[in-house]
């Protein structure tokens, strides 16, 4: 899709979203940064050696305001059409369950989900009058599988694909497409703002608690370079269609393909043996 396209992406002050603005704008289409501190950002900005004027608009608003989120957008729309939207604020809170608060729970799924609902009910009305317009949603993989310590973000990931596909079905009469995008793990400051509660290393969660401390910083060998992820979020935003489900990152793909061939029994089995002998070994480690 070649025609230049004004585009809002929300959480574009870091990671996935600060580098699709960056590759956006740098095609020649109008990009609009959903950025919940722009003063950070600014700060960031310098901080990264960048004398440059920042590319893109900024616009202050946080999604889990229905109010500010619904007046934001009203501003950016009297200056002209937005013809894509990218839903990518986010954060990942872990911890096991039982350990959980129900207010950080709520506020997993506030950001997570209800973020992505208020910012495209604010814009629905107006996409609906355009033609092509397409709505991005970023989920994850853990979208489709789930992993112990991840019951809020996995559940609040599996609501943002099952709300992404049905969406699809609503707007696809209407000309808007929508598609699901799940990452794998993405090199970005993601892990620096992980929200850990629990810091109880010793109550009988003590070893799920352990092993988070201790992969928290770490990322994988077949982890994906933020820049690179905002690659293929930008030239996704360039196809004349959109697919339904879209995965970033070799280790996306290899979940991704493992769900599909091998019956859902045998995937249970690795996890739950994967689980009990990282259980097994964080249970031998002392403080």
């Known amino acids: 899709m070649s025609l230049k ?23 020649g289409h109008e990009v609009i940064a959903g950025i919940r501190n722009p003063q950070k950002f600014e700060k960031y900005w310098k901080s990264v050696g960048e004398n440059s004027a920042v590319p893109f608009q900024i616009s202050k608003f946080d999604v889990t305001s229905p109010r500010e989120v619904k007046n934001q957008i009203g501003k950016l729309l ?3 059409p937005i013809h894509t939207l990218i839903n990518n604020a986010g954060y990942g809170l872990y911890g096991c369950f039982e350990e959980l608060p129900d207010s950080d729970f709520k506020k997993q799924f506030d ?3 209800f973020g992505i609902l208020n910012v495209s009910r604010a814009l629905l009305p107006s996409m609906r009058n355009l033609e092509n317009a397409q709505i991005i949603n970023i989920s994850s993989i853990l979208g489709r599988i789930v992993l112990p ?5 996995c559940s609040s990931k599996w609501a943002v694909s099952g709300f992404s596909r049905s969406l699809r079905y609503e707007l696809e009469p209407l ?8 990452p794998g793990l993405i090199r970005t400051h993601f892990k620096d703002n992980m929200q850990v509660p629990s810091q109880n290393l010793q109550g009988p969660y003590g070893p799920f608690n352990r092993m988070i401390a201790s992969e928290i910083k770490e990322y994988g060998a077949f982890s994906t370079p933020a820049n690179r992820a905002g690659e293929k979020l930008a030239k996704l935003v360039q196809r004349k269609r959109l697919p339904s489900n879209y995965r ?3 280790d996306a793909k290899l979940v991704y393909a493992a769900t599909r061939i091998l019956p859902e029994s045998v995937l249970d089995f690795a996890v ?4 009990k002998q990282q ?3 964080a249970s031998q480690t002392t403080n």
């Open 279 to 281: 259980f097994k070994k």
């Open 5 to 27: 396209r004004r585009i809002l992406i929300t959480g574009a002050g870091s990671g996935i979203g600060l580098e699709t603005a960056l590759k956006l704008s740098r095609m």
């Open 175 to 182: 000309g808007v497409q929508v598609c699901t995008v799940e």
């Open 272 to 275: 739950r043996i994967g689980t």
């Open 111 to 113: 950001t997570n989900l």
């Open 248 to 250: 970033i990152g070799l």
């Open 78 to 80: 009297k200056q002209g």
């Open 149 to 153: 310590t991840g019951s809020a973000y």
